[in-house]
């Protein structure tokens, strides 16, 4: 029988900079939740203030984790040591093995407007840390999704970028490392979500907009 997980930390996030000054709210790697394994870092960033982003990601090393950028709104440009390059544009996904070690950066393509998003690290087992470096990237067009609720008043939708729901949709995400669930979920006001976590699975929600849990 399934358990009802609940909820046993509210961590506001604090307010940080990294990389070349880019503003962002750190919530797994701050002094409240220093890690919550194999998560090791959790950072929101968004504004339309230009000067809290066009200084970017410039180039800097990763080893022995993933990365996890999940763009809400604008445009990160991607680029590495291992020759691969691209463009994260809104509702993309990009999931980068770091594995034994690269080199990469990832800075604005746009010089105004709204810069929205996600990175996530995610630890490595010590028996995968050292391999070939890799990376997983996905448009929004190309991430699963799915729509739950009859009416307006308690549809729910989600994107899946990795795991699988119960109603069997699959994530865009191959990752056999840590079995990782990534869902992007939308639903209105008094609304219940229900779905399945395995019982070993560490998890958290990080709220983007509305009330949180009180």
């Known amino acids: 029988m399934n358990q009802i997980r609940t909820i046993?930390?509210?961590?506001?996030g604090i307010s940080a900079s990294d990389g070349?000054?880019?503003?962002l709210k750190r919530i797994i790697g701050s002094p409240y939740l220093e890690m919550l394994d194999p998560f090791?870092?959790?950072?929101a960033f968004g504004s339309d203030k230009p000067q809290d982003y066009n200084g970017g990601f410039p180039s800097h090393p990763h080893r022995g984790f993933e990365t996890v950028t999940y763009m809400l709104e604008g445009k990160m440009r991607h680029k590495d040591s291992a020759g691969n390059e691209d463009v994260i544009n809104s509702g993309g996904i990009q999931w980068?093995?770091?594995?034994?070690?690269?080199?990469?950066?990832?800075?604005?393509?746009?010089e105004q407007g709204l810069l929205a998003g996600f990175q996530l690290w995610v630890n490595l087992p010590a028996s995968h840390k050292m391999i070939e470096p890799r990376y997983?990237?996905?448009s929004q067009s190309?991430?699963?999704?799915?729509?739950?609720?009859?009416?307006?008043?308690?549809?729910?939708?989600l994107k899946v970028i990795a795991g699988t729901t119960i109603k069997g949709t699959h994530g865009v995400i191959k990752n056999d490392f840590v079995d990782p669930i990534y869902w992007d979920i939308k639903?209105?006001?008094n609304t219940v979500f229900e779905d399945v976590i395995p019982p070993m699975h560490n998890a958290?929600?990080?709220t983007i907009e509305g009330k949180k849990y009180s």
Do not use: W
């Open 8 to 12: 046993t930390k509210i961590i506001n």
């Open 20 to 23: 070349d000054g880019v503003q």
């Open 40 to 43: 090791l870092l959790f950072d």
């Open 96 to 110: 980068m093995t770091a594995g034994r070690g690269i080199i990469h950066s990832e800075m604005p393509e746009q």
């Open 136 to 138: 997983q990237e996905n």
């Open 142 to 157: 190309e991430i699963p999704s799915e729509t739950r609720g009859a009416n307006s008043s308690n549809i729910i939708s």
């Open 187 to 189: 639903s209105a006001e």
């Open 204 to 206: 958290f929600i990080y």
